[in-house]
């Protein structure tokens, strides 16, 4: 124990001395969160207070266009510009660009008409979209599904007026026709057990997330002591006192172990508090504190155990440095941090499962997010377990190796 105390110590007294490396692990996390919580709270948020810009061309002038324009004017989801009729198809195509548009919308002069047909008319569409084409698929799908729903509702108007005398006749109210599909669909999150539901938001997205990065980011201060000590023969002195590679690697891991869970403890309370305070929304930690101990444990492990690995690997701190940060960035980019899962293809996710930053993310969340305990984040926490066990036992053997080759004859 006497040992271990002192190895502590210089452990301590180093880490001391490398203050801009720790403070990284720091600064890093926090300025993550707080530009990716804050720059995506709206894509998160279901009231979004950025609309899609939306350029509109009335050529029809008739009552069912002016329905159109109404219903698109209340979506919340637009901003609608009036753009004039008598401009042409490459007028209207190049103002898509001049006003930093996503969409033109052409109501053409035959959209009365086509409204109050029964059969579709062949040839030209009585309204067509211009779109930008920097727009993602995603948005595309979206205005044309609330275009489609809109126009819906505008031939239903149109076709109850007709109706309403046989209407009157049969007791039926025109209204039941006009009410908009969202009154009858039910958006229900899944969460764990009874306990009350927390929507999801940036916030909880990218804390988690950066904060398993900066987590795995240990590296670059480990490796400099590391690498540092061996060249100044401080490894050696250390190996001529009998002291074992266990109680090195030990000495090596808790100072850092401990590094990791303020870290942890930090990020939380950043965003629970200072994102709030800058505009965004705040974290909410769930109803598990062991369950969310046990998993920033898991991880921290995981992270000091594959920074050991790199360190007694690289023979320099540039090697160090490249390999770790090449390494923890491939993780994160695979592993949901930089992009969220959900929005990966189903390729993707598979392999996703492979990066040990996803299962610590999916730890995180099933506490943050879906309300889990212990329970809940024990597969998680041994695979984790798992592959920090791997990567010491690897450390252990070419430690053996470097002290063994290193021995004088």
């Not at 698929?137 to 076709?159: D, H, P």
């Not at 009157?168 to 999150?189: C, G, K, V, W, Y």
């Not at 629970?272 to 504190?289: E, F």
């Not at 690995?309 to 949901?336: C, H, K, P, S, Y």
Request: aromatic letters at 6%.
């Amino acid at each position: 124990m006497n040992r271990i105390f002192h190895l502590l110590k210089k452990e301590f007294l180093v880490i001391s001395r490398d203050v801009h490396a720790v403070a990284v692990l720091f600064v890093m996390p926090m300025a993550f969160i707080l530009i990716m919580s804050l720059a995506m709270q709206d894509l998160f948020s279901t009231q979004s207070p950025v609309k899609i810009p939306l350029l509109v061309s009335d050529r029809d002038g008739g009552k069912p266009a002016a329905a159109l324009l109404k219903a698109l004017r209340g979506n919340a989801s637009f901003e609608v510009k009036d753009i004039p009729a008598t401009w042409t198809d490459a007028e209207a195509a190049a103002a898509l660009n001049d006003a930093d548009a996503k969409f033109v919308v052409l109501i053409e002069d035959h959209f009365s008409a086509a409204v109050r047909d029964r059969k579709p008319r062949a040839g030209k569409k009585p309204l067509v979209v211009l779109v930008n084409p920097v727009v993602g698929t995603q948005m595309q799908l979206i205005v044309q599904s609330v275009l489609a729903n809109a126009l819906g509702k505008v031939r239903i108007e149109a076709m109850t007026k007709e109706m309403s005398p046989l209407l009157a006749l049969a007791r039926i109210d025109p209204r039941t026709f006009r009410q908009p599909s969202e009154a009858h669909i039910e958006m229900r999150f899944v969460t764990r057990g009874e306990q009350r539901f927390r929507a999801p938001n940036a916030v909880q997205q990218s804390v988690p997330a950066w904060l398993v990065f900066s987590m795995f980011f240990i590296v670059i201060p480990i490796s400099n002591t590391f690498i540092s000590e061996r060249s100044q023969g401080t490894l050696q002195r250390l190996r001529s006192i009998r002291l074992s590679r266990g109680i090195l690697l030990l000495g090596k891991m808790l100072p850092y172990f401990f590094i990791n869970l303020i870290q942890v403890a930090l990020m939380l309370l950043v965003g629970m508090y200072l994102v709030p305070a800058l505009g965004g929304s705040a974290l909410t930690l769930g109803d598990s504190p062991a369950g969310l101990a046990l998993i920033a444990a898991a991880v921290s492990f995981s992270s000091i155990a594959l920074a050991l690995l790199i360190a007694v690997v690289a023979r320099t701190t540039e090697q160090a440095t490249t390999l770790g940060g090449l390494l923890n960035i491939v993780f994160a980019a695979a592993g949901g941090v930089m992009i969220p899962k959900f929005v990966m293809p189903a390729v993707m996710q598979k392999v996703a499962e492979l990066s040990p930053m996803s299962w610590g993310l999916e730890g995180f969340l099933d506490i943050l997010l879906r309300n889990g305990g212990v329970r809940d984040v024990l597969p998680e926490c041994l695979a984790l377990a798992a592959f920090g066990a791997v990567m010491l036992l690897l450390t252990a053997v070419i430690l053996k190796k470097q002290f063994e080759g290193s021995v004088s004859p």
